[in-house]
């Protein structure tokens, strides 16, 4: 919890300022007593109360007044808010590779029903882009909120040769600052980043590899932290050796020759490639955002489902004084009824 105007909690000092008023006043209402000769008169004189009458209204009082002064000085606290406007970008690693069927029935087409279904999940919320990369990195569809556009996009993807991630990360970045004015393009000076927190903007890079070519992964990850950018990364596949299958809506028919990045094939025309793990993880430390492992379709879906909630909520700080007013009030509305109560007159009994 912070406060707008911390000097204003001085005022809680009238408290020990009272306590201090009544032992005085007490001190002399016993200069001034008066001698009877009889207490019994008195007592039945007096309305009956017990410790807890006398001291129950005062201690309501008194923490009636600390909540006014802690009002006072513009309470905020952090609460979690829904972000309407965030933006998702999802770069989809197209290498040869992903054509591996270490997961059924490989990994291009894994990927694409999963990341299919993460954009279905997201109807009505967050804007969504898609980023492809193999050798190279191109936009395949611009941040929007047509969930039809985007899932139809996918069933256009391809593989090629070569993994650029660095690239993925940094075409990503123009294409948020392209809807979002508070983050800058690569090349542009990025300022301050807009202040404090994160941007409304994410990226997740999905691969099975690592990267071969282009711009270094921990430079564009520099680059996404100076905008505040947080980028998800998930590692895709197993290291288990596997054929390569792909159909001809998914080849791009230049042929497995000469495919790799991060590993390789062995005589069997098998995937032996490895994730870089390591640079992944680095990645999503130096941009705050996290790394996910998945080796099957299953893992890549909950990893996916389980990314919304890191990036579309946001801490907003939230003023708080009202509620700690209102508080006070009825402490202090408390203790005033109580007191009027319990010391209201009483007929004598008979």
Do not use: H
């Given at each position: 919890m912070s406060f707008s105007w911390p000097w204003a909690l001085l005022s809680v000092l009238i408290i020990?300022?009272?306590?201090?008023?009544?032992?005085?006043?007490?001190?002399?209402?016993?200069?001034?007593?008066?001698?009877?000769?009889?207490?019994?008169?008195?007592?039945?004189?007096?309305?009956?109360?017990?410790?807890?009458?006398?001291?129950?209204?005062?201690?309501?009082?008194?923490?009636?007044?600390?909540?006014?002064?802690?009002?006072?000085?513009?309470?905020?606290?952090?609460?979690?808010?829904?972000?309407?406007?965030?933006?998702?970008?999802?770069?989809?690693?197209?290498?040869?590779?992903?054509?591996?069927?270490?997961?059924?029935?490989?990994?291009?087409?894994?990927?694409?029903?999963?990341?299919?279904?993460?954009?279905?999940?997201?109807?009505?919320?967050?804007?969504?882009?898609?980023?492809?990369?193999?050798?190279?990195?191109?936009?395949?569809?611009?941040?929007?909120?047509?969930?039809?556009?985007?899932?139809?996009?996918?069933?256009?993807?391809?593989?090629?040769?070569?993994?650029?991630?660095?690239?993925?990360?940094?075409?990503s970045i123009d294409a948020i600052a392209e809807v979002d004015p508070s983050v800058a393009p690569t090349g542009a000076d990025p300022g301050d980043g807009g202040g404090g927190g994160y941007a409304g903007a994410a990226i997740v890079v999905l691969t099975d590899g690592a990267n071969t070519q282009g711009v270094d992964p921990r430079t564009a990850a520099q680059e996404a932290a100076l905008r505040r950018v947080r980028v998800f990364t998930i590692g895709f596949g197993t290291t288990n050796p596997a054929p390569m299958v792909c159909d001809n809506s998914q080849f791009d028919g230049r042929g497995f020759g000469g495919f790799g990045g991060g590993g390789g094939f062995d005589r069997g025309g098998r995937n032996i490639r490895m994730i870089d793990e390591p640079a992944l993880k680095q990645i999503a430390q130096t941009t705050g955002g996290s790394y996910h492992r998945a080796e099957n379709a299953d893992q890549l879906q909950s990893a996916l489902d389980a990314l919304p909630g890191s990036f579309t909520v946001v801490h907003q700080r939230v003023d708080t004084a009202a509620a700690f007013a209102a508080g006070g009030a009825v402490l202090i509305t408390a203790a005033l009824s109580l007191s009027l109560w319990w010391n209201r007159p009483r007929t004598p009994t008979r």
């Open positions: 020990p300022l009272i306590f201090a008023i009544r032992w005085w006043a007490g001190r002399r209402r016993r200069r001034a007593a008066v001698r009877v000769t009889s207490i019994a008169l008195v007592r039945s004189a007096l309305p009956g109360r017990t410790r807890w009458t006398r001291r129950i209204p005062a201690a309501l009082f008194i923490a009636g007044l600390a909540l006014l002064a802690v009002g006072a000085a513009r309470p905020q606290a952090s609460v979690p808010v829904p972000m309407r406007s965030a933006t998702i970008l999802l770069a989809l690693d197209t290498s040869g590779s992903m054509c591996s069927t270490d997961v059924d029935p490989n990994r291009i087409t894994a990927a694409r029903k999963a990341a299919a279904d993460f954009i279905e999940s997201q109807r009505g919320g967050p804007r969504i882009g898609l980023v492809t990369f193999a050798g190279a990195a191109g936009l395949l569809v611009p941040p929007t909120d047509d969930t039809d556009s985007l899932i139809k996009a996918l069933d256009g993807l391809t593989v090629s040769r070569g993994t650029a991630i660095g690239q993925a990360m940094l075409t």
